[in-house]
């Protein structure tokens, strides 16, 4: 059993940066996909970025590559998601995410994901 809490988000204006950050409880193994996802007013929840836990590989999303770096903290068992040149289309619950068994040709598809946080509002102003 995994559990996820997020924290980091807030109110920014376009062109600022945040940092969110996920704690994780439980046993966390090497080949587990961390993610980090999002999901705005009326839309579907998209991919943002993911980690694989032991060799650190990331992956992005096209819409985030180059402004957003997904790290983590093995020994403190947390996931950051650095978030830099922000736009108000970035704005979003933010959600951590945990995938207990996934391959790269999936990384992106949130029903591989089998733990959830409770989310982190990040809201973008123009």
């Known amino acids: 059993q995994v559990q996820l809490v997020e924290s980091g988000g807030g109110l920014v204006q376009a062109g600022d940066s945040l940092r969110l950050s996920c704690a994780a409880s439980?046993?966390?193994?090497?080949?587990?996909?961390m993610g980090w996802f999002r999901q705005a007013p009326g839309k579907e929840r998209e991919f943002a970025a993911a980690?694989?836990?032991?060799?650190?590989?990331?992956y992005y999303a096209v819409s985030v590559k180059g402004r957003f770096t997904i790290s983590r903290d093995n020994a403190k068992n947390m996931v950051y998601l650095q978030m830099n040149s922000l736009k108000p289309e970035d704005t979003a619950v933010y959600y951590c995410?945990?995938?207990?068994?996934?391959?790269?040709?999936?990384?992106?598809?949130?029903?591989?994901?089998?733990?959830w946080g409770q989310g982190t509002q990040v809201t973008v102003s123009s």
């Open positions: 995410a945990a995938s207990t068994f996934n391959t790269i040709g999936f990384i992106g598809l949130y029903t591989k994901y089998d733990y």
């Open positions: 439980g046993r966390i193994f090497s080949g587990y996909f």
């Open positions: 980690i694989i836990w032991g060799v650190g590989s990331t």
